[in-house]
């Protein structure tokens, strides 16, 4: 019986790279306000590199991944490439009954949806589209962690875990003596769910990353507009 030799592949090695992924770990809970570029020489192990690091973080909490190779994009274009090219590739025009001229088929990724006008802006040089890029991965971020929050606080204890969570609307943590000794179960459950972490040296209580801590934030301003 034959085997079919497709199904034979060779792992890549991942050994001695602690150092590199607790450094990731700790640049992605940073306040966002720098560019990480990793470089190294070919076949180093870049990829691979990144690819752990975010198996790690799935395990460990919720992360809204977007992923561009742009090799192939790149390759397909012929001659000198300008900003009307790098439009093209990264944004999507929205308008019902218009459709958006292509530099050719399947070249347009169209990954950030934008309106007619937004795009005229760009063109003209009036708006900054790395700001664009900026402000729609925030939407997107905030709006993915906030469902994750209403995902959690919809039981039976929902009122109770609000008022927990209310503590984190104005401020980054709160401390073990401020809670009911009847609400530490809820609160062990969350640390548990990855929605807090709790640091046993200081007896306080922090959001799991700054992405949970936008998403508790977004979920009480939703609920206030919805008050109103």
Wanted: glycine residues 6%; without cysteine.
């Amino acid at each position: 019986m034959i085997k079919d030799k497709s199904g034979y592949r060779k792992d890549v090695a991942f050994i001695d790279r602690e150092k590199e992924l607790a450094f990731l770990k700790d640049w992605i809970n940073e306040r966002p306000e720098s560019l990480l570029f990793l470089h190294g020489p070919k076949s180093s192990g870049k990829t691979t590199l990144l690819y752990k690091f975010l198996e790690q973080m799935g395990k460990e909490q919720e992360l809204d991944i977007k992923f561009l190779n742009l090799r192939k994009i790149y390759t397909d274009f012929s001659g000198n490439y300008d900003f009307k090219d790098f439009l093209n590739i990264f944004f999507n025009v929205e308008d019902k009954g218009e459709k958006k001229e292509k530099l050719s088929a399947g070249i347009n990724v169209g990954f950030f949806k934008i309106d007619s006008e937004i795009e005229k802006k760009m063109q003209q040089g009036k708006v900054d589209p790395f700001k664009v890029m900026e402000r729609e991965f925030l939407r997107l971020y905030k709006k993915k962690m906030r469902n994750l929050i209403v995902d959690y606080v919809i039981r039976p204890e929902q009122k109770k875990i609000e008022k927990l969570l209310r503590r984190l609307k104005e401020r980054d943590e709160f401390s073990k003596e401020e809670i009911d000794p009847e609400d530490e179960e809820l609160l062990r459950d969350m640390v548990r769910q990855n929605i807090l972490y709790f640091d046993p040296t200081e007896a306080t209580y922090y959001p799991q990353g700054k992405s949970y801590h936008h998403g508790i934030r977004l979920y009480f301003e939703k609920s206030l507009e919805r008050g109103k």
